[in-house]
């Protein structure tokens, strides 16, 4: 299994923007989908974005479309979530997720084998 390790979340106003970043290690995540989820308390985890193997398909959670953007850098194995006009409710928890041999994306949590610790997200108004 891959190793998933999330960093760049921290506490910023509404309006700020922030970028997280996934570094995958244990093995090569060249033909993996990858996904952003988060949690915030009290919520059930939702799929925030997903893309494919190749970063040529990407979707989004209606609530970050225009906002946020996903995309992968797979000679780096990571993937990251660029977070611009933030707002209080997009405070959570945020992990990354990797599909295992799986080019195509998917918004389940389900389908995804390995997870990060999660870094949290913190949006003050």
């Known amino acids: 299994q891959v190793q998933l390790v999330e960093s760049g979340g921290g506490l910023v106003q509404a309006g700020d923007s922030l970028r997280l970043s996934c570094v995958a290690s244990?093995?090569?995540?060249?033909?993996?989908?990858m996904a952003w989820f988060r949690q915030a308390p009290g919520k059930e985890r939702e799929c925030v974005a997903a893309?494919?193997?190749?970063?040529?398909?990407?979707a989004y959670a209606d609530s970050v479309k225009g906002r946020f953007a996903i995309s992968r850098d797979n000679a780096k194995n990571a993937v990251y979530l660029q977070m611009n006009s933030l707002r209080p409710e997009d405070t959570a928890v945020y992990y990354c997720a990797n599909r295992q041999n799986n080019i195509a994306l998917s918004t389940l949590a389900s389908v995804y084998d390995s997870w990060g610790q999660g870094t949290q997200v913190t949006v003050s108004s």
């Open positions: 244990g093995r090569t995540f060249s033909f993996d989908a």
């Open positions: 893309i494919n193997y190749n970063g040529g398909k990407t």
